[in-house]
């Protein structure tokens, strides 16, 4: 029928191609790119779908600013031995991935890269993707993300208490956990900004959005400036650090970052912050909208010395369905828990798994 024709339709514009360049620790996954209803061009790494159970949970692995898929090298490779489908994206407007190539007056006053509309476009390729194999069953969905990339895993699995979480039902998508590394929800995050000395430090949350931060980072220099965000954000800790830099990957994310399609990826993802992800949690607190499926968040000590109690934080937006567990992560490890600590973030993924019984 018409829905099958649709998605064999959408699974050819999920063509397979090489990757701009070769991904360490990304060996057992196959590449390809798919252009979204909202005319995004996603790049993403994947689990064959020949190796693919029809039935088993996908893992959609999401990063944050200012990287790409490659903060889950250390994951991947584990996760892919335990036999878990993977499927991890560049965001829109980051790595290799491009943003919405529709004209902005056919959008209205809406950017398309706030959390929703970026979530609906990789829940769509994951559907192109593995939806033909599934023969059009359901398909089970867990979200882990850092950074940006938990904003969306939020986003999607946020709703009121008597509805399902927001998942258009045509994706035959069902949401089943989430974890999220290294974040707060936006409005904690936003009122910190009261305290000068936060307001300070997350000087970019303010300075993406303005107007002349597109111009300003071209002329300063995308990579230079990406190298030093980066620099200046890990952690403490020797090994973590270490880990951290470890194959060439702030050089990476240094040359992504070079690119004039990520510096305004990056301003774009912030201004939607600023503006539709800011409104639309305004709207979860009037409506009672919170999470609604299993939840585990991990953070660095930073984040408490930035915002207090997280846990309690946390516990404000999630429903007695979320079960939500917040765990610490402590020793000197900064904000990319993947990178700088990765055997124990492993660990948490893993045991946040077979918690949901996969």
């Known amino acids: 029928g018409?829905?099958?024709?649709?998605?064999?339709?959408?699974?050819?514009?999920?063509?397979?191609?090489?990757?701009?360049?070769?991904?360490?620790?990304?060996?057992?996954?196959?590449?390809?790119?798919y252009t979204t209803p909202g005319g995004r061009r996603l790049s993403y790494s994947h689990t064959p779908v020949s190796q693919?159970?029809?039935?088993?949970?996908?893992?959609?692995?999401?990063?944050?600013?200012?990287?790409?898929?490659?903060?889950?090298?250390?994951?991947?490779?584990?996760?892919?031995?335990?036999?878990?489908?993977l499927f991890v994206p560049d965001l829109p407007g980051y790595g290799y991935s491009t943003m919405s190539t529709i004209s902005a007056p056919s959008l209205g006053s809406k950017s398309e890269h706030d959390r929703v509309s970026v979530g609906f476009g990789i829940l769509s390729a994951v559907r192109a993707v593995y939806g033909p194999a599934a023969n059009l069953e359901e398909l089970a969905i867990v979200l882990i993300g850092h950074d940006r990339g938990a904003r969306?895993?939020?986003?999607?699995?946020?709703?009121?208490?008597?509805?399902?979480?927001?998942?258009?039902?045509?994706?035959?998508?069902?949401?089943?956990?989430a974890l999220l590394l290294d974040i707060v929800p936006y409005t904690a995050q936003w009122n910190a900004n009261t305290n000068p000395r936060n307001a300070t430090r997350y000087w970019h949350w303010s300075f993406l959005p303005a107007a002349l931060s597109v111009p300003m980072v071209q002329a300063y220099g995308g990579g230079r400036f990406c190298r030093e965000i980066l620099n200046a954000v890990v952690g403490s800790s020797e090994a973590g650090r270490k880990s951290f830099?470890?194959?060439?990957?702030?050089?990476?994310?240094?040359?992504?970052?070079?690119?004039?399609?990520?510096?305004?990826?990056?301003?774009a993802d912030y201004s939607a912050g600023a503006a539709e992800d800011w409104d639309a949690q305004q709207e979860d607190i009037k409506n009672e909208r919170k999470i609604q499926v299993p939840t585990v968040v991990l953070y660095c000590e930073g984040l408490r010395q930035m915002h207090g109690d997280v846990e309690a934080i946390w516990k404000q937006w999630a429903s007695p369905k979320a079960n939500i567990r917040v765990h610490a992560l402590q020793g000197g490890v900064g904000h990319y828990l993947p990178e700088e600590a990765p055997e124990e973030t492993n660990k948490h993924i893993v045991e946040f798994l077979q918690g949901l019984g996969l």
């Open 2 to 33: 018409l829905l099958i024709t649709t998605f064999h339709l959408v699974a050819i514009m999920a063509r397979r191609s090489q990757p701009p360049e070769k991904l360490k620790g990304f060996e057992s996954l196959a590449s390809g790119t």
């Open 52 to 85: 693919h159970k029809p039935g088993n949970a996908i893992l959609v692995l999401l990063h944050g600013w200012p990287q790409t898929r490659y903060i889950w090298r250390y994951a991947v490779p584990l996760l892919s031995e335990r036999g878990y489908t």
């Open 152 to 177: 969306v895993a939020q986003r999607l699995v946020t709703s009121s208490e008597d509805l399902s979480p927001p998942v258009p039902r045509s994706l035959e998508i069902r949401i089943i956990g």
């Open 245 to 267: 830099l470890a194959d060439d990957a702030i050089e990476h994310y240094a040359r992504c970052y070079e690119r004039d399609e990520v510096i305004r990826g990056g301003a």
